[in-house]
T-cell receptor
Framework: QKEVEQDPGPLSVPEGAIVSLNCTYS??????FMWYRQYSRKGPELLMY????GNKEDGRFTAQVDKSSKYISLFIRDSQPSDSATYLC?????????????FGGGTRVLVKP | EPEVTQTPSHQVTQMGQEVILRCVPI?????FYWYRQILGQKVEFLVS????????KSEIFDDQFSVERPDGSNFTLKIRSTKLEDSAMYFC????????????FGNGTRLTVT
């Protein structure tokens, strides 16, 4: 079983729509969750970092974590064509050192003008 | 905003040659990492480095790989005797004061082994 799974997409939405992205994980040791945005041939860019179950909002982005069902989500409001990218979820166990992030395969998002 | 910088952006090498990929992490960060992404695949962990030593490495990080922090600002990944399957994007990352701080990635070095 893959540790972190995402639907690869592509997810195509019209400009201004809400983008809804989901990720599931299987390892109960994962306690920290991140969402990254990756443009083609660029490095992952950190968007959101969460620990607790519940919602965290930052501008147009809302991250949601449900540890009981091992499910994390990212919502992008008022989507723009510049939001077209691959979105990666990543998880991290509580650990003293090492910080081995486990990534999902990414969901490709296309926002059409 | 401070960022992780990597050089070169693209490296082409012949099979069997040695390559060194270079990174300048964010200046006040304490933890350093290398990840790689083979075209079309997931971003994979290679190694983490803290307090001048490797803290964890994956099964990919075998004896052909090594890391070094030669001075206070650079962090390097050396691949000895490159193989065709080493062709990938290599990302350096750094994180701040705790092991669970979020990682910040550079834009990567695209390594092509011919």
């Amino acid at each position: 079983q893959k540790e972190v799974e995402q639907d690869p997409g592509p997810l195509s939405v019209p400009e201004g729509a809400i983008v809804s992205l989901n990720c599931t994980y299987s390892n109960s040791a994962f306690q920290y969750f991140m969402w990254y945005r990756q443009y083609s041939r660029k490095g992952p860019e950190l968007l959101m970092y969460t620990y607790s179950s519940g919602n965290k909002e930052d501008g147009r982005f809302t991250a949601q974590v449900d540890k009981s069902s091992k499910y994390i989500s990212l919502f992008i409001r008022d989507s723009q064509p510049s939001d077209s990218a691959t979105y990666l979820c990543a998880s991290l166990p509580i650990k003293a050192a090492g910080n081995k992030l486990t990534f999902g395969g990414g969901t490709r998002v296309l926002v059409k003008p | 905003e401070p960022e992780v910088t990597q050089t070169p952006s693209h490296q082409v090498t012949q099979m069997g040659q040695e390559v060194i990929l270079r990174c300048v992490p964010i200046s006040n960060h304490l933890y350093f990492y290398w990840y790689r992404q083979i075209l079309g695949q997931k971003v994979e962990f290679l190694v983490s480095f803290y307090n001048n030593e490797i803290s964890e490495k994956s099964e990919i990080f075998d004896d052909q790989f090594s890391v070094e922090r030669p001075d206070g600002s650079n962090f390097t990944l050396k691949i000895r005797s490159t193989k065709l399957e080493d062709s990938a994007m290599y990302f350096c990352a750094s994180s701040g004061g705790t092991a669970n701080s979020p990682l910040h990635f550079g834009n990567g070095t695209r390594l092509t082994v011919t």
